[in-house]
């Protein structure tokens, strides 16, 4: 009667090493472990109806997965299908899900160097949530980083307005302006911040700054004027009120601390006054 | 028979018929034909017959379980659909099977609800009947745990919580040992001098032998017959004679069935009468003790009347 | 209303008898535990997934639970004829359908609470708990009380099993109808189109009860869109239930 008992037992045994030798050359072969699965997730709305009224859930489980896999430095080509992950599944399921566009979008710019597709899953998600400040925010700071100072400024300014902006996005959306070369632009809407300063501090700085740029227009101003009366009468001007004089300035700018420009015929260069500075580019 | 509201009768069944089909594509069998019965307030009624007679069938239509496919049933006066007619009705169905996880006090009491009872009535009521079947030491016990006559007890207790003014039952006494058969008996007698009627479906002749007034016979869907239980009785064929006797001589037309010294017991022939037999002991020189007549028990005179249907 | 209610405190107490009903609500409250788990694997925000997988195991494990316990609700008794023994007294048979679901109700509405509280209990603990998930997790309810109506009209007439497909599958059913829209814009104009679209109506979708985004995302829930979902599901369940009555009445409880 004890034959049986044992003969299960070392059926038993046997079965457990096999299972465990087979499991271990398993792991030993180490294919790409790209999921099937991936391969074949039906697009969006599809995906959706697969879900069955838990597409929030899944949503979750797939970003968990997601942040598992893309954290695996191994797999070189674990990118390929990033967008589809992200933008075709994650967030098809779940367009409310704030955190997945965000760590979504970063390791489609900085690990995948995908910036194209960033910016695309950014733009998906404020299409969803128009009132999403914090996807505009970095969405912005995607343009920046591509010297897109414009395409900045849109973001930034788009998402000042969104409720529960912080104050923050009006100064970066104007700063982008000045970036972008349209200081004119950046002064009008600076002075316009400084009506409802947030604080002193932040005052002063924006002061500053307009000051800095008011600056910088008028030397250009100026810079244009005496080129323009080289080019014309072949010598420079004596001083800047000759400049006025003959027409190739409409007044003489003042600077910002109420002295006027200082000039050298010599050089028929604008000059800083003493304590004067003029910010880069000089 | 077919008497209705004006003198109470509790059940009547005009022209009834029913069919049944177990799958759509067999021919229908029909299981009452054109049934007209009436029971009479007060009375013990028996519906007799063998198995597949049709009598569970007339029972399930007189609770509205199931419907007629011609003809009308009426329960105390209403359609026998209406649920309002069995409120003053209580059932004991073949073989019940109570849900398991209720005590009995429980299965009484939930009967009790049903039927309108307000709560403390009902448990006293319970208390009561639980207390007349014999069951009140169970009562608080699963029905999981009960034997089989004390689901037939519990059951009977559950059919009466409401004071019913017309009780059926279907075949309640299988399963009882002989104890539990008087005490049943004793307790359906009790309920008619309080003046309930009884309904009282069964194939064993000898329950109905002990409790109907009247009888119904059913056969193959049919009313054969409805009978006082007396005319019935003396319906019986007699089949024999059995004599005790002692001493005397052979015994002219007798058969010595056995002899202890001078006990002697002898068998006669149906064709005679009390009369012939003591002139035939006296010629024998047998001193007679007793005659007894044995007739056809209720079983052989159904079994006759019956193959009497059968042959027609 | 008496009997119906006797009936379902009967049915009530028996549903919960059943085994599977504490193994199925054990298994919830380990799965909503789990999710515990899984927020360690998350980068940022953790209780939207407890939140989520929470209200997923109240859908799908109420859902079963009205498979599992309540198909066979109608379907055993008749089976085991103890409907006689209820139907032999003074009680209409819409009495019985309807007492029948009501304890089925309770049943599974005591499952649900109990879930729930397991949850709420949770983001409690974590502070992330926020009252528009009660409304989600009422509106889950509505859609269980709809569900139990449909298992209760099945087990009416049909076996346990088949009951189960059924019941699934108009489960399954709700969900996907608003797909229908899609298959209908892809559609060209015709008669296919208006098929399509008479379908969908025809068809409950549980997808206006579902909330469960809005909650989970703070986002606002528009209390019409409450109110009138609820109506809707419950009156899919009313009349689910009224059918069955109806069907039931002339039935012959052989």
């Known amino acids: ?282 | ?312 | 209303m008496e009997r119906v209610l006797a009936i379902g405190g009967a049915t009530f107490m028996e549903a919960i008898r059943h085994r599977i009903l504490y193994l199925l609500l054990v298994f919830a409250l380990v799965m909503i535990a789990f999710s515990r788990v899984l927020t360690l694997l998350t980068v940022g925000e953790d209780a939207k997934i407890i939140m989520d997988v929470g209200m997923t195991a109240i859908d799908l494990f109420g859902l079963m639970i009205a498979l599992f316990v309540g198909v066979g609700v109608i379907f055993k008794e008749m089976e085991r004829r103890t409907v006689q023994v209820t139907l032999a007294g003074p009680v209409a048979r819409w009495e019985y359908v309807l007492g029948k679901y009501t304890g089925l109700a309770a049943a599974i509405t005591l499952n649900a609470v109990l879930m729930a509280l397991a949850l709420f209990g949770m983001l409690l603990l974590r502070g992330a708990f926020s009252p528009a998930l009660v409304v989600a997790v009422f509106m889950l309810w509505v859609e269980l009380m709809f569900i139990t109506a449909a298992a209760v009209f099945f087990s009416s007439f049909s076996t346990p099993i088949f009951s189960a497909l059924f019941t699934a599958m108009l489960w399954v059913i709700g969900h996907l109808a608003w797909s229908l829209t899609l298959l209908e814009s892809r559609l060209p104009e015709g008669l296919g189109r208006k098929v399509v679209h008479a379908v969908y109506l025809l068809v409950p979708d549980l997808e206006y009860g579902d909330v469960r985004a809005l909650a989970v995302h703070g986002l606002p829930i528009p209390p019409a869109r409450v109110a009138w979902a609820t109506v809707y599901e419950l009156a899919w369940a009313a009349l689910l239930l009224a059918i069955a009555c109806l069907a039931f009445r002339r039935r012959d409880l052989v």
């Open chain 2, 1 to 312: 028979m077919g008497d209705d509201g004006g003198n109470g009768a509790p059940l009547v069944f005009r022209g009834v018929t029913k069919r049944y089909r177990t799958h759509f594509w067999q021919r229908p069998v029909t299981s009452l034909a054109g049934l007209d019965l009436a029971v009479r307030r007060g009375e013990i009624l028996g519906l007799l017959g063998p198995n597949g007679a049709g009598k569970t069938t007339t029972i399930k239509l007189a609770l509205g379980l199931i419907f007629p496919d011609a003809g009308e049933v009426r329960l105390m006066g209403r359609p026998a659909s209406d649920p309002a007619a069995r409120v003053r009705v209580g059932f004991l169905p073949e073989n019940p099977w109570f849900p398991d996880d209720l005590t009995g006090r429980e299965l009484v009491e939930f009967a009790g609800r049903l039927h309108g009872l307000p709560a403390a009535e009902r448990r006293r009521r319970a208390a009561e009947l639980l207390e007349l079947v014999g069951l009140a030491h169970a009562a608080d016990r699963a029905i999981r745990k009960y034997s089989k006559g004390m689901v037939q007890r519990a059951g009977m207790a559950r059919a009466l919580v409401a004071d019913p003014e017309f009780v059926i039952l279907d075949e309640p006494m299988s399963g009882l040992d002989p104890i539990g058969r008087r005490e049943f008996r004793d307790l359906v007698l009790s309920l008619r001098d309080r003046g309930v009627t009884v309904l009282f479906a069964s194939h064993v002749l000898a329950d109905a032998e002990m409790l109907c007034d009247r009888v119904a016979i059913l056969r193959q869907g049919r009313l054969v017959d409805v009978q006082e239980l007396g005319a019935l009785e003396s319906r019986r064929r007699i089949l024999g004679w059995e004599v005790e006797a002692r001493g005397g001589g052979p015994v002219a037309g007798a058969e010595e069935v056995s002899r202890r010294g001078e006990e002697r017991l002898l068998r006669f022939p149906p064709d005679t009468d009390a009369e012939g037999i003591l002139a035939a002991l006296r010629e024998a020189g047998a001193r007679p003790v007793a005659i007894v007549p044995r007739r056809e028990t209720l079983e052989d005179l159904f079994l006759r009347v019956l193959g009497r249907e059968e042959a027609a």
């Open chain 1, 1 to 282: 009667m004890r034959r049986p008992v044992a003969v299960l037992l070392a059926v038993l045994l046997a079965a457990t090493l096999l299972a465990g030798v087979a499991r271990a050359r398993l792991e030993g072969l180490g294919e790409t472990r790209v999921p099937a699965g991936l391969l074949y997730l039906p697009k969006g709305p599809w995906l959706r109806a697969l879900a069955l009224g838990q597409e929030e859930t899944l949503a979750d489980l797939l970003y968990i997965w997601a942040i598992q896999y893309y954290s695996n430095y191994e797999d070189t080509s674990r990118y390929d299908y990033l967008d589809q992950v992200f933008r075709g599944a994650i967030t098809e399921l779940d367009p409310y899900f704030t955190e997945a566009y965000l760590v979504g979008a970063l390791i489609m710019s900085v690990e995948a160097r995908r910036p194209d597709l960033a910016l695309a899953l950014y733009d998906k998600g404020l299409e969803k949530m128009p009132d999403n400040w914090e996807l505009g925010y970095w969405a912005g700071w995607e343009c920046y980083y591509q010297g897109r100072f414009l395409c900045a400024r849109d973001y930034w300014a788009r998402a000042a307005r969104m409720p529960g902006a912080p104050p923050v996005l009006t100064r970066l959306a104007a700063r982008m302006l000045e970036k972008a070369g349209d200081l004119a632009a950046a002064i009008r809407e600076y002075r316009r911040l400084l009506e409802h300063p947030p604080d002193e501090k932040t005052a002063r700085i924006i002061e500053s700054w307009i000051e800095r740029m008011s600056t910088e227009l008028d030397l250009r101003a100026l810079d244009a004027a005496i080129a323009a009366f080289r080019e014309e009468r072949g010598r420079c001007p004596r001083d800047l009120g000759e400049l006025v004089e003959e027409r190739f300035l409409a007044a003489l700018p003042e600077a910002a601390d109420g002295r006027p420009y200082r000039y050298d015929p010599r050089t028929c260069r604008v000059l800083p006054a003493p304590g004067q500075s003029f910010g880069g580019g000089r």
